[in-house]
Each structure stands twice: as structure tokens, then as C-alpha cells.
């Protein structure tokens, strides 16, 4: 949006002039946590509730409230509301909600709301009289009809004294109300759901070790969209240069025997297990203490000789009961389809997601294809970027 480079796909906060507005702040980082970038719009009142540079140093982006002066973005309220995820207005005042039902635009957010053509979602906020008040009834029916998400008050304490309906919804609930308007239907609620994911490194010497190509952004994708569906994740990770998702639990691990057994410790109480990780199948026999020489140790150095690592796939295959679903990934350059069916078989999983990584498609890449393969079936879903394929892989699995 103009020269403000979002990188991850954007939520559009707007805060208005409610007492509630430093929920706003718990929000922000709720949003984040799930891998949002979150852009805050505020309204002149809000201000006066929190101070911008709170929510500045929260999102790391400039707070927006002008219409106009914003040179990087001359249009901002077009923009926000058609190339963001959604637009999010909460804590809402009466006021707002009157405007957005009576197609005002003359704020930044009243406009953006007006121009969004995203999910716009508003959590009103207010003393429980306002709230009951005809007029915010109905402004509250007609947005409603014109298909703007509410997500109701609840009753509790008021800052002007006493009890009624009108506190601001939970947090939590603001959050999952906004996944489900963006196509994550919380279907993995009370799930735990273990993932592997990035390649292994397997110890040459001091400095030298194998490893292959995979960068952990499948992985890394799947944990995110899990815990979009309101999954409790724990991500157990071989090295990878991906910043490690808040929302989840990560486990850092090095090698094939390491990610092994951390996959015994948790797998029993996982209701889920995606094994995207690429570990290394065989590893040296030997590992040598400090750096090999060349010319000095050029024997060892070409006669390395590999054993075998544990096969995790297979050994969770073996081991699930009928209550848990074990999902395994294929790597492919030929024959994708066969050897994803045979690896069903012998694995004993219950999916498997093939990837074609011929001529370098995949591995380390934002982009991917996937065939999954269950029971005698197969289907494929579209190429996508990995964000939006883990969401179509894991809707297709629950
Ligand atoms: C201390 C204080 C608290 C307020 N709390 C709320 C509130 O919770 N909900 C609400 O709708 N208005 C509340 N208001 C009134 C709004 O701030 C007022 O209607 C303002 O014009 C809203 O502007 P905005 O919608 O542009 O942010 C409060 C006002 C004050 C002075």
C-alpha cells in the first residue's frame, strides 16, 4: 500500500474513541501472533483513549488518521479496505456504527468501511443504554443486512458504573470470529497438532554435514494454518531460516534421530500429526571430531559411509491409534502418483501430500502444488502459495 510494504497478509485494525480501546492493543498482537501484519487506523476520539505510539511500536507501522497528508499513500481508504484480509473495527462506538450505517465517509474509517471490499467486521463497545438505544439497534440491523460481521457485546462491568450488556466482546472471540470470516473454520478447536517440518543436518565433522534442499515453509504454513483452525501446535523444526511462529510451540532439533525423538516424546497426545519435515534418510556412520583436512584426511573425506536413519513416518504408522490421523508428505521427481499410493501403503498413514519437486519446483519456493492421496483416492488441489495450500490441505483433511 503506496511505499508501507505489508509482509504478511494484512488485517486493518480500526480503533475508535471507546474506553475500551486499549483492548485494541491485546488484539494487535492476537493478530500477529497468527501471522497477520496489522495496519491501525485510528479515529481523532480514539486518541484520546490511547496513544498512537503504542500502537506504532506494537505493529511496527505508522498509525493512520488523515484522509489526506499521507504522501506514501495517497488513497489509503481504498487501498486498506480492498488489499487487506479483512477490516476490523473494535472497539466500535455508537458513533462509527451510525456512520457505517449511514454511508458516511468522512474520517479514515468510516471510509474505509465504506470501500472495503474485504470482510469488514465490527465489535461494538459502549454504556449499555447506547447500546439499547433504538437508534443503535437499528444502525445495527441495517449494517448487519448489508453484510458487515457483528460480534456482539457481552454483559459485564461498565466503566460509567454497574453491569449491562455492551462490554466489548472477547478478545479470543474477535479473533476467531475474523479467522472464520477469512475462511479458517475453527474446525481444529481442542486439537493438538504435532508438525515436523524443515530438512535435517546430518554431521560430517566439526563443520561439514548432509542435508537437502527444503526450507520449512510448508511446514512452517501448515503449523500456521492449524493454529488458524484453532489448533494447539507444536512445531518441531530441523534448521531453518523462518522465524519461529509465536502462536506455537517450536521445538528446535538438528538431526533425524533428534526430530526423532521428540516425535516419541508428544505423539501420543496428539490428536494430528503432519510429517512434512525432509530428514535425511541416511546419516554418516561416523561422525569425525573437529574439521577434516583436505590432503590430510582425504581417505575419510571419500570413503564416507552412511547408515540408515529411523523412518519417523513409518514408526508413527505404526504406532497411531484409531483416533489419531497421521499425514506424511512425498517428495517426487517421477511417478508421483504411485509413489505417493505406495507410500500410503507402507507408511500406514491415512493422507499423503505429494509434491512434485522435479526441476527444482518446491523446495525452498513460496509456491507449491499437491496431490493427496487417502485410502484408493486422489485428489488435486491448486498450485497456491503455501500459505493458502496449507489452508486447503488442512480443510480437506478435517
Ligand atoms: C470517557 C469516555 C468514554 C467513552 N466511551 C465510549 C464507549 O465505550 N462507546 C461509545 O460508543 N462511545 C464512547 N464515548 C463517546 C465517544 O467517544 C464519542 O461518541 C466520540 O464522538 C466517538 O468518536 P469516534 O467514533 O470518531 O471515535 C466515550 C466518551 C468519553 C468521554
Redesign the pocket.
Known amino acids: 500500500m503506496g511505499n508501507t510494504s505489508y509482509k504478511k497478509p494484512l488485517i486493518v485494525l480500526c480503533v ?5 480501546a486499549y483492548k485494541a492493543c491485546d488484539l494487535l498482537r492476537g493478530f500477529q501472533k497468527l501471522g497477520f501484519d496489522v495496519q491501525v487506523v485510528m ?4 486518541k ?2 490511547v496513544s498512537p505510539q503504542t500502537f506504532e511500536a506494537l505493529s511496527a507501522y505508522p498509525v493512520l488518521s488523515e484522509m489526506f497528508e499521507i504522501p506514501q499513500n495517497p488513497i489509503p481508504h481504498i487501498k486498506l479496505g480492498q488489499q487487506s484480509a479483512a477490516v476490523v473495527i473494535a ?6 456504527i451510525a ?1 457505517i450505517a449511514q454511508g458516511r465517509a468522512d ?1 479514515l ?1 468510516s471510509s474505509i468501511a465504506l470501500a472495503a471490499s474485504v470482510p469488514v467486521l465490527v465489535a ?4 449499555e443504554v ?1 447500546y439499547n438505544n433504538p437508534a443503535t439497534i437499528d444502525n445495527l440491523k441495517t449494517i448487519a443486512s448489508r453484510g458487515v460481521l457483528l460480534i456482539d457485546p457481552i454483559y459485564g462491568h461498565m ?1 460509567c458504573g454497574g453491569e449491562g450488556k ?1 462490554h466489548l466482546a472477547p478478545v479470543e472471540d474477535i479473533i476467531e470470529q475474523t479467522l472464520i470470516a477469512l475462511g479458517f473454520g475453527q474446525k481444529l478447536r481442542g486439537k493438538n497438532v504435532l508438525i515436523t517440518a524443515g530438512p535435517t543436518q546430518e554431521p560430517i565433522d566439526a563443520v561439514r554435514y548432509i542435508t537437502n534442499r527444503s526450507s520449512g515453509k510448508m511446514g512452517y504454513a501448515l503449523a500456521m494454518a492449524a493454529a488458524k483452525q484453532g489448533a494447539h501446535v507444536t512445531l518441531i523444526s530441523g534448521p531453518v531460516a523462518l522465524p519461529a511462529p509465536e502462536i506455537c510451540d517450536v521445538i528446535n532439533v538438528v538431526t533425524t534421530q533428534e526430530m526423532f525423538e521428540a516425535v516419541k516424546r508428544f505423539f501420543a497426545s496428539y490428536d494430528m500429526a503432519i510429517f512434512t519435515a525432509a530428514v535425511c534418510d541416511f546419516r554418516p556412520e561416523v561422525t569425525f571430531e573437529g574439521k577434516l583436512k583436505k590432503g590430510v584426511d582425504n581417505e575419510k573425506l571419500t570413503s564416507l559411509s552412511l547408515i540408515e536413519n529411523p523412518d519417523i513416518l513409518a514408526w508413527a504408522g505404526k504406532n497411531k491409534t484409531k483416533d489419531q490421523i497421521v499425514i506424511g508428505f512425498a517428495a517426487e521427481t517421477d511417478n508421483l502418483l504411485e509413489n505417493a499410493k505406495a507410500k500410503l501403503v507402507s507408511k500406514n498413514a491415512d493422507f499423503i501430500v505429494g509434491n512434485d519437486v522435479s526441476g527444482g519446483k518446491v523446495f525452498g519456493k513460496d509456491e507449491a502444488c499437491a496431490l493427496l492421496i487417502y485410502k484408493d483416492k486422489s485428489i488435486e488441489l491448486d498450485c497456491n502459495n503455501k500459505e493458502l495450500l496449507a489452508r486447503d490441505i488442512l480443510d480437506f483433511i478435517v
Open positions: 475508535t474513541g471507546c474506553i475500551a479515529t481523532e476520539h480514539a484520546e483513549f472497539p466500535a462506538t455508537a458513533n462509527i456512520k474520517d474509517v461494538p463497545a459502549m454504556n447506547m466503566a455492551g
